[in-house]
RNA sequence: UGACCCAUGGUGUAAUUGGCAACACAGCAGAUUUUGGUUCUGUUAUUCUAGGUUCGAGUCCUAGUGGGUCAACCA
């Protein structure tokens, strides 16, 4: 008898299951992810889409995507496109084509028409200025508009002139008509559609009049069939309205529920600010890596696998909350120690030379691509007498913790030898410039018969097979976890002009130089990387990822 | 000074619905290691406050405190 721990649930499931179990909808389960094609989606979306489709997949339903572009002065194709392209990465596929709301605009006349008929609508001419005036404050109610009394068939015609583009933009409006005093604010007489004469990125100019958020988004969502409509805590006050709607047109009842949307430290989610960055050079672009879009993150080498468990392990519940940045870099190194490729990459040359390795003389030495995936294979890489090693890997005399090259020591060379420290050059400006070593020949990787067991391991590149590159080391983009937090303070404020470093003249082991762009790689005691889309035949672009996980430098940081 | 939402280790999320507060990440200590990685072991630390109901409250009730949200012809 196995005891079966009982499975937690978020608070969305508790419902689903509850909603299952009273055979509501016949137990059909269908969600959707309403994107507005009008900018690139991020890391608060990756929340979003894994909730919706996540949660629909575990209860054997899916998921639609609809685009909601109801405001043609802001959206356009590029985003529908791009939007598409990064949900799949993710690993999502929707329900047959993407839809749109703009597919149901006619429908959405029509539901206009009929709550005007019933007398739950009206044409109001007031200015914007004047409705916002009339609708009084959170603590006080506010008035009825002069034009709220007007006849149905007169606001049917004044509705059909809207239509037929006879009044400028600005001039009239809908409002559904709900309740003046209401303290929610959205109950008072919302407006519900208004005159734009602007081209639409699919109607062109079919209409003139495009419906608002609460007048499209909800009955978006009964005309699909929509059973949970999952969203974020800010369209809670919205609700009531969504219900409203659902009930006086008598459509099939989609229910909204809120959850809180995730934060995380060091990353910013305003459109506004991240176009900020990009259209004042603070990015290079939308995906840049140090951006926290999900483009950004994928050409910074984020497995897509490391984001979704990354969402899975944030949990989903209904309070205000900010995750570590560290939890995020756990799931991408939990995830790259499985699938990267591991590889040899010295980052600060110095030269190394083996006395008593003979002159001319290339070994290849095999090297496993994976020590945690035997499947991954082997590789030669080339041993000679001339080596590149990291300059910080060496100190003449060294504190009693540096497992390191210092003189007269034993270290290892990965896959290679147990060489011994014998001397050292330095240039003029003090600097080390050779490093002098010996090697054991029978200390051989694989077949190591020396006895000597040396406490540190070196990465290393043959001198005469090392190919130069560029790599792109990232640090946080902002000097504070959560640089929007004071509204009174410009977030730029916290811009952290070391967050990227570049570092050229990398010599990198030779199998690295057929690297196709997206390749994930450890570079060993180093991190993981990716090759960058801009590199080239002569020069590889490889970035940072995320480094390992380093206890020695937090020694030497504590002193 | 209206309404609504929320409050559990450093962070986030659980707690079989009123029955020994746990899991992950972070931290710390150790073991293993031809990556100071990985893996493994151990460990520190938690129910906003005050009342009430109850044999028993993180959970239910009341009041308070704190945080968040709402007054775009944006979504």
Known sequence: MTEEKRESLNFIESIIEEDLKAGKHSGRILTRFPPEPNGYLHIGHAKAICINFETAKKYGGSTNLRFDDTNPTTEDTEYVESI?????????????????????????????????????????????????????????????????????????????RMKQGEFPDGTRVVRANVDMSSPNMLLRDPIIYRIKKEHHHRTGDQWCIYPMYDFAHGQSDSIEGITHSLCSLEFIHHRPLYDWFIEKLGIFPSRQIEFARMNVEYMITSKRKLLKLVNDGFVSGWDDPRMPTISGMRRRGYPAAAIRNFCDKAGVAKRENT?????????????????????????????????????????????????????????????????????????????????????????????????????????????????????????????????????????????????????????RLFTCPDP??????????????????????????????????????QFLRQGYFCTDPQSTTECKVFNQTVGLKESFSKEVRKG
Request: hydrophobic share 35%.
């Open 323 to 475: 995750i570590e940045i560290n939890l995020l870099e756990a799931c991408v190194r939990e995830e790259l120690n499985v699938i990267a490729l591991r590889a040899m990459v010295v980052l600060e040359p110095v030269r190394l030379v083996i006395t008593n390795y003979p002159e001319g003389q290339t070994e290849w030495l095999q090297a496993e691509n994976n020590p945690e995936d035997p499947e991954a294979g082997t590789r030669q890489i080339p041993f000679g007498r001339e080596l590149w090693i990291e300059r910080e890997d060496f100190m003449e005399v060294a504190p009693p913790k540096f497992f390191r090259m210092t003189l007269d020591a034993d270290v290892r060379l990965k896959h290679a030898y147990i060489v011994h420290c014998t001397g050292v050059d330095y240039a003029a400006d003090g600097s080390v410039e050779t490093i002098y070593a010996t090697y054991y020949n029978n200390s051989r990787s694989g077949e190591d018969v020396s006895g000597i067991k040396p406490k540190g391991t070196l990465h290393w590149v043959s001198r005469e097979h090392a190919q130069s590159c560029e790599i792109r080391l990232y640090d």
């Open 484 to 521: 929007a937090a004071d509204e009174e303070t410009d977030f730029l404020t916290f811009y952290n002009p070391d967050s990227l470093k570049v570092v050229t003249g990398v010599m990198m082991e030779p199998s690295l130089q057929h690297s196709s762009p997206g390749t994930q790689y």
């Open 84 to 160: 598409q392209r990064d949900i799949r990465w993710l690993g999502f596929d929707w329900n047959g084509s993407p839809l749109y709301a703009s597919d149901y605009f006619d429908t959405l006349y029509d539901y206009a028409c009929r709550l005007i008929q019933t007398g739950l609508a009206y044409v109001d001419d007031s200015s914007p200025e004047e409705i916002a005036s009339m609708k009084g404050t959170p603590s006080e109610p506010g008035v009825h508009s002069p034009f709220k009394s007007r006849t149905p068939e007169e606001n049917l015609d004044l509705f059909e």
